[in-house]
């Protein structure tokens, strides 16, 4: 294998009475191949394993596994400090090597969060989802109290409109603010 050196690394270096190498010899150097199959430091905890451990094809790495769910890697981090994502297993590099079935329940979150569960309600579901005892009726309990919640919050949402409606209808839109009909109303005046 070739390499060169890097200017900035060339300038320092001084050989022998004459001054700076030659430069013809000085720009490349030759390394060695080493071919290896056990882990290249005795001590496990230092990480330092050969190459065939990176390259599981039946796991994903954050950046891959977030890729294919449309999601961010900090949402996945997220996920996995919330207990929605299992801790996923380490290569020997320290990557967090995720199993096939993570993207399935990246996206499960997703879809979950757009129809206005809460990560609480979420962790609810995939838990139901593994039991063996639970069953469709549980999930649909779940979902008939998610949208007993969303009606009641609409209500809310209509009032609210209702009112601002009157309001509005009181403000003439002309005047000092001293005399503004709706600043009036928020002060309890």
Same mark, same amino acid.
């Given at each position: @294998? ?24 000085w720009r490349t150097f030759h390394l060695p191949k080493i071919k290896t199959k056990k882990p290249l430091d005795p001590v496990v905890n230092y990480r330092v394993y050969s190459v065939?451990? @990176?390259? &599981? ?15 961010? =890697?900090?949402? =996945? ?8 994502? #299992? ?11 995720? #199993?096939? &079935? ?28 593994? *039991? *063996? ?5 549980? =999930? $649909?309990?779940?979902a008939e109290r998610k949208r007993d919640e969303i009606d009641g919050k609409l209500r809310e949402l209509r009032q609210m409109r209702r009112a601002l409606n009157n309001l509005i209808?009181? $403000?003439?839109?002309?005047? #000092?603010?001293?005399? $503004?009909?709706?600043?009036?109303? @928020?002060?309890?005046?």
């Amino acid at each position: @294998m070739r390499y060169v050196l890097p200017a900035s690394c060339r300038q320092g270096l001084r050989f022998g009475s004459a001054g700076k190498m030659p430069a013809a010899r000085w720009r490349t150097f030759h390394l060695p191949k080493i071919k290896t199959k056990k882990p290249l430091d005795p001590v496990v905890n230092y990480r330092v394993y050969s190459v065939k451990t @990176m390259h &599981d094809k039946t796991f994903q790495k954050i950046g891959q596994a977030a890729k294919a769910a449309a999601v961010g =890697v900090e949402t =996945v981090r997220f996920y996995e400090r919330e207990g929605l994502l #299992p801790k996923p297993k380490r290569s020997g590099a320290g990557y967090r090597l995720y #199993p096939p &079935d993570t993207v399935a329940r990246l996206r499960f979150i997703k879809q979950a969060k757009q129809l206005g569960f809460t990560l609480k309600e979420i962790n609810e579901l995939l838990s139901l989802r593994a *039991s *063996s005892r639970a069953n469709c009726g549980h =999930v $649909c309990k779940q979902a008939e109290r998610k949208r007993d919640e969303i009606d009641g919050k609409l209500r809310e949402l209509r009032q609210m409109r209702r009112a601002l409606n009157n309001l509005i209808k009181e $403000c003439t839109g002309e005047g #000092p603010l001293s005399r $503004c009909t709706i600043l009036r109303a @928020m002060e309890g005046k």
